[in-house]
């Protein structure tokens, strides 16, 4: 089983609450996918996912109802599948989508890793690998952005496969 956390952009007139509907929304293979229309359509995140979520995690609401923040990689309505070996799915509608997308657009990524950088690098050999660290975070961070503001401005609800042994940090 992939270690791979997937985010695919959904219109949301497509879009349907039944697991085995939302699980072949991720048959087309892995990679990033672009519509005919040019639009990116999916994004895939490498094992780290976990770790990326520490960068929006740990940073601070601005108001208790809309945690954006907290949405970003691991955040979303559950559709559970019959088999619970079978990956976690995770809908985001395209009003949250809008909001993640305004939170990453806003967000400074040196705040962010000064908050998780504790935490984040003695898992990935400590400050002598910071340089190599950062970049890595600092990619994966861009590319959700370029992911959600597409995602949003196409006016999509945003669909996550999980690994099925995924667990939620914090």
Do not use: I
């Not at 770790?51 to 954006?68: F, K, N």
């Not at 691991?74 to 079978?86: C, E, I, N, W, Y």
């Not at 990619?139 to 959600?148: I, K």
């Amino acid at each position: 089983m992939s270690a791979y956390l997937r985010l695919r952009a959904v219109p949301p007139p497509a879009l349907r609450n039944s697991a085995t509907w939302l699980e072949r929304q991720f048959e087309e293979g892995g990679g990033t996918v672009r519509h005919p229309d040019g639009r990116h359509r999916e994004e895939v995140l490498d094992e780290r996912y976990l770790d990326q979520e520490l960068l929006y995690a740990g940073t601070h609401p601005r108001r208790t109802e809309d945690r954006p923040h907290t949405q970003v990689v691991l955040g979303g309505r559950p559709v559970f599948p019959r088999d619970r070996h079978q990956p976690r799915l995770l809908v985001l509608t395209a009003a949250q989508t809008r909001r993640v997308a305004g939170f990453l657009s806003a967000a400074d990524f040196e705040t962010l890793w000064d908050v998780a950088r504790e935490d984040l690098l003695p898992r990935y050999g400590g400050a002598p690998a910071e340089p190599e660290t950062w970049a890595a975070f600092a990619a994966a961070h861009q590319e959700l952005r370029a992911f959600y503001v597409q995602a949003a401005a196409c006016g999509d609800a945003v669909v996550k496969r999980l690994p099925a042994d995924a667990r939620r940090t914090g």
